[in-house]
């Protein structure tokens, strides 16, 4: 095999690998937020999870919207990342 074949069938497994990737969002019902730093702790928290690539607080809904790549991370781990900071988390929705 050439090198220009074997850049090539590499960069074929690196687009098909990228096009199995998918972005979910997801929508959690949040806890606990009783002041104007909740948002942020809950926000930082969740931003921190790996796979995250962003992160919305509703500080009057009390939900957290989170876009993240699902084959780094999972919805539980992002209910798991608000728990850990004192903010109990659970899914409300998933968008695939």
């Known amino acids: 095999m050439t090198t220009r074949t074997l850049l090539s ?3 074929l497994a690196v687009t ?3 096009a199995l990737a998918a972005s979910r969002t997801v929508m ?3 806890q606990n937020m009783s002041c104007a730093v909740c948002p942020i702790t809950v ?3 969740l931003e921190h999870v790996s796979g995250v690539q962003q992160v919305s ?3 009057a809904s009390k939900t957290a919207t989170v876009q993240f790549d699902d084959t780094v991370t999972t919805a539980d781990k992002l209910t798991e990342a608000t ?4 903010y109990p ?3 409300k929705k998933v968008n695939e």
């Open 9 to 11: 069938v590499l960069a």
């Open 16 to 18: 098909c690998g990228s």
């Open 28 to 30: 959690l019902d949040v």
């Open 43 to 45: 926000k930082k928290a």
């Open 57 to 59: 607080i509703d500080y």
């Open 83 to 86: 728990k850990a900071v004192g």
């Open 89 to 91: 988390s659970s899914i």
